[in-house]
């Protein structure tokens, strides 16, 4: 138990969960600005999981900031056609979103077969690169703080340093921008915002797009840090763990990013757990995040069941 | 020179509805000018072509004399036209000055500047006389206050024209009168405003023009000045209406609903109705009268079982009703007809013949083996769009597509179906016309002579004093007054224990409170 205790508040476990909680984290904001304009992007799963692979295979070939913005770009352009499908051709929102899961899941074997020359599993055979550590460790010359600091801040990726700028953007836009309002007035009564001559669907196929380059964005981090390659249906249910943290985080960037934090440090348990306790098989401890979720959304909906009932809504 | 005209609008909507047929209007600059007509007759089909929401098939619009064509309600603001709709478009969670400014916000840079943006919306407010508080959000604002909301933002966007789509029915006598000064405040300003309207002594009041529609078509225009209720009412509806209705004399010694100690808590924990007892008897309409939000409402949900109870007994027909579920009040023999027919009395996006049966699908006439059976919906579905002539292009039409007045027929067909026992009814003429309301009257005083008990609350002090039986006058949650209906009780008298200036002591209230 010490052993954990130890391991828990130690500056490299704090490194793990800023790790693991990245890019739950990029696809939670991603599901957040759908989520709040209205359009509910259940394919965050499938966006992420061939932003993964985008980024993998290009990242064999090109620098590897030209990576993460292909799989960036890749994700976008699934928000676009999850926009067109359900705007457009006025398809289901959630079946599109399912769809797009669907053909994410089959469509990243078949493309990493075509990529290995055959391998269904892994893409362990092609030499893809990774995203750069950001090195603090000139902090050090700070006497007293200076190791402490560098232990915490020194060596995350730059995209966790991205994302935690990405949540200051959202909620900045959300909350300061006269299109943060747009979007947000769309989401929850789009009758207005038309009334009031802003285009309803534009704004909420910009949000997807938004949300797929988020969620896109997330798999690059997945695939070319947390773990360098890509491994099928490595995402393993983060699209859905992002979209039980907005609503987690009562659909606002600060609370989302402590519902992220904290799924994310489950997953960072998960990861370190197993090393101390051989007994306790690492699927269960992998399983925690997703009965958190299940916990936290039926105590919410008890909480707005009761607040209804004061209301005297039957 | 007219500052706007419409000349020979006509709308067909999908589906065949001809709901415009060669309509003009003429609007000149700084008038009020009053648009009415019976339900269905095409007026805010008219108002959605001026604002570019809806396209004419045939016809063209003349602003300032020369021709325009909105394509949308964009277009339609930026050539100074502002609608406030029958339904408002706020979003519930933004604040007031959010609301007002959506769409258009001041900004710097990519920076919304909310200090600028309620800096403007006040000084809106101040110019004109709406005086509303930017801060709060405007679901927690009365219904009046978020109408002011919709008029600012019409104003915001310099909006020269204001088209008023039913303001006031939605509205508190006291609201309709500050509606009035505010408009008044409009005009002397040098904006032009439209209004419909259906209560005739509202639009001879405010109004300078009246255009008067029927099925489709302008039948006339004329000045307010040179008009009376009567003649206008004739020309609305092409004949005489009278709105009065013939009470039998009925036995009333049967209590039907028993009411005793009740109250309500409202979401933010304030007590809505404190303590009331009365009793409803067979062949007796009992009107609830009161400002708005002095618990009428709330009281007639809870007797309904749609609104949980803080304490007090229910009894109907002899039963212990307050734990019961609707369903089983509705097999004592209750019926309701609800305050807001959109939101609780109709399903609308399903079809008439469906929401006629909504509240009998269980029973066997019209669900078998867990099947429906189409052909008794649709058989029952035909025999009361005939009994209660709702103008409707057939059972399978969804009620979106039906005008307000015979929204409000289904309602009160589905209810009135069979005889109720205990009959509820809110609002039942808000938004409806001269013939439905006449008919709507005749109808809950049918169900009443044939020996329904009958609870009623309207705004409409002259629609209580037509119905009811005896009068009890609601002023925060509690009975302050009580009257046995007589030709010289007057609005005047309900007025000032509406307003909480005077209460009546028990002994004067016994001879009401049987
Ligand atoms: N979207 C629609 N699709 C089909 N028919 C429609 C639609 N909107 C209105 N109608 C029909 O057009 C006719 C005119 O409707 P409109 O709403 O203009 O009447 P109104 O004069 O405003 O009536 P009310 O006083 O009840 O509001 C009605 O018969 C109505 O059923
Ligand atoms: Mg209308």
Same mark, same amino acid.
């Given at each position: 138990?010490?052993?954990?205790?130890? !391991?828990?508040?130690?500056?490299?476990?704090?490194?793990?969960?800023?790790? *693991?909680? !990245?890019?739950?984290?990029?696809?939670?904001?991603?599901?957040?600005?759908?989520?709040?304009?209205?359009?509910?992007?259940?394919?965050?799963?499938?966006?992420?999981?061939?932003?993964?692979?985008?980024?993998?295979?290009?990242?064999?070939?090109?620098?590897?900031?030209?990576?993460?913005?292909?799989?960036?770009?890749?994700?976008?352009?699934?928000?676009?056609?999850?926009?067109?499908?359900?705007?457009?051709? @006025?398809?289901?929102?959630?079946?599109?979103?399912?769809?797009?899961?669907?053909?994410?899941?089959?469509?990243?074997?078949?493309?990493?077969?075509?990529?290995?020359?055959?391998?269904?599993?892994?893409?362990?055979? &092609?030499?893809?690169?990774?995203?750069?550590?950001?090195?603090?460790?000139?902090?050090?010359?700070?006497?007293?703080?200076?190791?402490?600091?560098?232990?915490?801040?020194?060596?995350?990726?730059?995209?966790?340093?991205?994302?935690?700028?990405?949540?200051?953007?959202?909620?900045?836009?959300?909350?300061?921008?006269?299109?943060?309002?747009?979007?947000?007035?769309?989401?929850?009564?789009?009758?207005?915002?038309?009334?009031?001559?802003?285009?309803?669907?534009?704004?909420?196929?910009?949000?997807?797009?938004?949300?797929?380059?988020?969620?896109?964005?997330?798999?690059? %981090?997945?695939?070319?840090?947390?773990?360098?390659?890509? *491994?099928?249906?490595? !995402?393993?249910?983060?699209?859905?763990?992002?979209?039980?943290?907005?609503?987690?985080?009562?659909?606002?960037?600060?609370?989302?990013?402590?519902?992220?934090?904290?799924?994310?440090?489950?997953?960072?348990?998960?990861?370190?757990?197993?090393?101390?306790?051989?007994?306790?098989?690492?699927?269960?401890?992998?399983?925690?995040?997703?009965?958190?979720?299940?916990?936290?959304?039926?105590?919410?909906? /008890?909480?707005?069941?009761?607040?209804?009932?004061?209301?005297?809504?039957? | 020179?007219?500052?706007?005209?419409?000349?020979?609008?006509?709308?067909?909507?999908?589906?065949?509805?001809?709901?415009?047929?060669?309509?003009?209007?003429?609007?000149?600059?700084?008038?009020?000018?009053?648009?009415?007509?019976?339900?269905?007759?095409?007026?805010?089909?008219?108002?959605?072509?001026?604002?570019?929401?809806?396209?004419?098939? $045939?016809?063209?619009?003349?602003?300032?004399?020369?021709?325009?064509?909105? $394509?949308?309600?964009?277009?339609?603001?930026?050539?100074?036209?502002?609608?406030?709709?029958?339904?408002?478009?706020?979003?519930?969670?933004?604040?007031?000055?959010?609301?007002?400014?959506?769409?258009?916000?001041?900004?710097?840079? =990519?920076?919304?500047?909310?200090?600028?943006?309620?800096?403007?919306? @006040?000084?809106?407010?101040?110019?004109?006389? &709406?005086?509303?508080?930017?801060?709060?959000?405007?679901?927690?604002?009365?219904?009046?206050? %978020?109408?002011?909301?919709?008029?600012?933002?019409?104003?915001?966007?310099?909006?020269?024209?204001?088209?008023?789509?039913?303001?006031?029915?939605?509205?508190?006598?006291?609201?309709?009168?500050?509606?009035?000064?505010?408009?008044?405040?409009?005009?002397?300003?040098? @904006?032009?405003? =439209?209004?419909?309207?259906? @209560?005739?002594?509202?639009?001879?009041?405010?109004?300078?023009?009246?255009?008067?529609?029927?099925?489709?078509?302008?039948?006339?225009? #004329?000045?307010?000045?040179? /008009?009376?209720?009567?003649?206008?009412?004739?020309?609305?509806?092409?004949?005489? #209406?009278?709105?009065?209705?013939?009470?039998?004399?009925?036995?009333?010694?049967?209590?039907?609903?028993?009411?005793?100690?009740?109250?309500?808590?409202?979401?933010?924990?304030?007590?809505?109705?404190?303590?009331?007892?009365?009793?409803?008897?067979?062949?007796?309409? /009992?009107?609830?009268v009161g400002v708005e939000g002095n618990g009428q409402a709330e009281t007639l949900e809870a007797v309904a079982g749609l609104r949980a109870i803080a304490a007090g007994t229910i009894r109907i027909a002899d039963k212990d009703a307050t734990a019961m579920s609707v369903l089983d009040r509705?097999?004592?023999?209750?019926?309701?007809?609800?305050?807001?027919?959109?939101?609780?009395?109709?399903?609308?996006?399903?079809?008439?013949?469906?929401?006629?049966?909504?509240?009998?699908?269980?029973?066997?006439?019209?669900?078998?083996?867990?099947?429906?059976?189409?052909?008794?919906?649709?058989?029952?579905?035909?025999?009361?769009?005939?009994?209660?002539?709702?103008?409707?292009?057939?059972?399978?039409?969804?009620?979106? *597509?039906?005008?307000?007045?015979?929204? %409000?027929?289904?309602? #009160?067909?589905?209810?009135?179906?069979?005889?109720?026992?205990?009959?509820?009814?809110?609002?039942?003429?808000?938004?409806?016309?001269?013939? $439905?309301?006449?008919?709507?009257?005749?109808?809950?005083?049918?169900?009443?002579?044939?020996?329904? $008990?009958?609870?009623?609350?309207?705004?409409?002090?002259?629609?209580?004093?037509?119905?009811?039986?005896?009068?009890?006058?609601?002023?925060?949650?509690?009975?302050?007054?009580?009257?046995?209906?007589?030709?010289?009780?007057?609005?005047?008298?309900?007025?000032?224990y509406m307003l909480g200036l005077s209460t009546q002591t028990a002994d004067e209230m016994k001879a009401a409170l049987r």
């Amino acid at each position: 138990m010490t052993e954990l205790f130890l !391991t828990v508040f130690s500056a490299a476990f704090f490194v793990t969960i800023i790790r *693991t909680t !990245t890019p739950l984290l990029l696809a939670t904001m991603g599901g957040l600005v759908a989520d709040l304009s209205g359009a509910l992007n259940v394919a965050l799963e499938g966006m992420m999981l061939i932003g993964c692979l985008t980024a993998v295979i290009v990242s064999v070939y090109a620098p590897w900031y030209v990576a993460v913005g292909a799989g960036l770009g890749a994700g976008a352009l699934l928000g676009l056609v999850m926009a067109f499908f359900s705007f457009r051709l @006025k398809a289901d929102i959630i079946l599109v979103g399912f769809a797009i899961n669907i053909l994410a899941a089959g469509g990243t074997v078949f493309a990493l077969a075509l990529a290995t020359g055959g391998d269904k599993g892994t893409s362990i055979n &092609l030499q893809s690169k990774a995203v750069p550590s950001v090195d603090l460790s000139f902090l050090d010359a700070i006497p007293g703080v200076g190791p402490v600091l560098t232990a915490f801040l020194s060596g995350h990726s730059v995209l966790s340093w991205i994302a935690a700028f990405i949540v200051f953007a959202v909620w900045y836009f959300l909350f300061r921008t006269p299109w943060g309002l747009w979007l947000r007035g769309v989401g929850e009564y789009p009758a207005a915002p038309e009334a009031a001559g802003i285009p309803v669907n534009k704004v909420r196929t910009w949000s997807l797009i938004v949300s797929g380059a988020l969620a896109g964005l997330g798999g690059a %981090q997945l695939a070319m840090f947390n773990y360098v390659g890509f *491994t099928r249906d490595m !995402t393993a249910g983060r699209g859905f763990i992002a979209l039980g943290a907005v609503l987690l985080g009562a659909r606002h960037p600060v609370g989302a990013l402590i519902a992220a934090l904290l799924f994310g440090a489950f997953e960072a348990l998960a990861v370190v757990m197993p090393g101390l306790f051989n007994e306790a098989p690492a699927e269960l401890i992998r399983m925690i995040p997703f009965i958190v979720t299940i916990a936290a959304l039926i105590l919410f909906s /008890v909480r707005a069941q009761r607040a209804l009932a004061l209301r005297g809504v039957k | 020179m007219a500052l706007l005209e419409a000349i020979g609008i006509s709308k067909t909507y999908p589906g065949g509805v001809v709901a415009n047929d060669g309509v003009n209007l003429v609007v000149e600059s700084g008038e009020v000018h009053a648009v009415v007509g019976e339900n269905g007759a095409g007026k805010s089909t008219l108002m959605k072509i001026l604002f570019g929401i809806e396209q004419p098939n $045939a016809g063209a619009l003349m602003l300032d004399g020369k021709p325009v064509r909105f $394509a949308n309600p964009r277009e339609a603001i930026e050539a100074g036209i502002g609608m406030v709709f029958q339904h408002f478009s706020l979003v519930p969670s933004f604040s007031v000055y959010e609301n007002v400014v959506l769409g258009s916000e001041p900004r710097s840079g =990519i920076r919304f500047e909310r200090h600028k943006a309620i800096a403007e919306v @006040k000084a809106i407010s101040d110019r004109f006389r &709406l005086s509303v508080d930017p801060m709060p959000a405007v679901m927690t604002l009365p219904v009046g206050q %978020q109408q002011r909301v919709e008029i600012l933002k019409a104003l915001y966007r310099n909006a020269r024209i204001l088209i008023l789509d039913e303001p006031t029915a939605v509205l508190a006598p006291q609201e309709v009168q500050e509606l009035f000064v505010a408009i008044r405040s409009l005009v002397a300003q040098g @904006k032009t405003v =439209i209004f419909i309207a259906h @209560k005739l002594p509202e639009v001879l009041e405010i109004s300078d023009t009246i255009t008067v529609m029927r099925q489709g078509k302008t039948v006339g225009q #004329v000045k307010a000045k040179e /008009v009376t209720e009567k003649s206008l009412a004739a020309m609305m509806v092409g004949r005489e #209406v009278t709105l009065r209705v013939e009470r039998k004399a009925t036995d009333q010694s049967q209590r039907v609903a028993e009411i005793e100690g009740l109250r309500v808590v409202n979401a933010r924990g304030t007590e809505v109705v404190a303590g009331l007892d009365l009793n409803v008897h067979a062949g007796e309409v /009992v009107g609830l009268v009161g400002v708005e939000g002095n618990g009428q409402a709330e009281t007639l949900e809870a007797v309904a079982g749609l609104r949980a109870i803080a304490a007090g007994t229910i009894r109907i027909a002899d039963k212990d009703a307050t734990a019961m579920s609707v369903l089983d009040r509705r097999a004592l023999g209750l019926a309701s007809i609800p305050e807001d027919r959109i939101a609780r009395g109709l399903a609308t996006g399903a079809t008439v013949a469906e929401n006629l049966v909504a509240t009998r699908l269980n029973e066997t006439r019209y669900v078998r083996n867990g099947l429906l059976d189409l052909k008794a919906i649709k058989a029952n579905a035909l025999q009361l769009i005939e009994r209660f002539s709702i103008r409707v292009g057939g059972p399978a039409s969804t009620v979106d *597509t039906l005008s307000g007045g015979n929204m %409000q027929k289904v309602v #009160v067909a589905r209810e009135l179906a069979e005889q109720p026992k205990l009959l509820l009814v809110n609002q039942p003429t808000r938004g409806v016309d001269l013939g $439905a309301t006449q008919f709507i009257w005749r109808t809950i005083t049918d169900a009443r002579d044939a020996g329904a $008990a009958v609870l009623l609350s309207s705004a409409d002090l002259g629609e209580l004093l037509a119905l009811s039986d005896r009068l009890l006058v609601l002023y925060r949650g509690r009975i302050v007054a009580a009257f046995v209906n007589t030709p010289d009780l007057t609005p005047e008298t309900l007025g000032t224990y509406m307003l909480g200036l005077s209460t009546q002591t028990a002994d004067e209230m016994k001879a009401a409170l049987r």
